[in-house]
C-alpha cells in the first residue's frame, strides 16, 4: 500500500509543478491525463486493498 500512496504522491507533484513550470500544448495535456489515470488506477488498487482487508478480519 505505501508503494500506492507514493505513486499518487509523485503523479500529483508532477501535475501541480506543470503551472510553475510553463508546460503548455501537448506535454501539459500528456502530463494531465497520466497524472489523472495514475491516480485513478492507484486509488482503485488502494480500495482494493482496503476491501481485501476488511474481508480477512
Known amino acids: 500500500m505505501r508503494l500506492a500512496l507514493y ?25 494531465t491525463a497520466w497524472s489523472g489515470e495514475r491516480v485513478t488506477a492507484q486509488l482503485r488498487l488502494l480500495d482494493t486493498a482496503a476491501a481485501a482487508a476488511a474481508t480477512a478480519d
Open 7 to 31: 505513486r499518487i504522491h509523485l503523479a500529483l507533484i508532477m501535475r501541480v509543478e506543470a503551472a510553475p513550470r510553463g508546460y503548455e500544448g501537448p506535454h501539459r495535456d500528456w502530463l
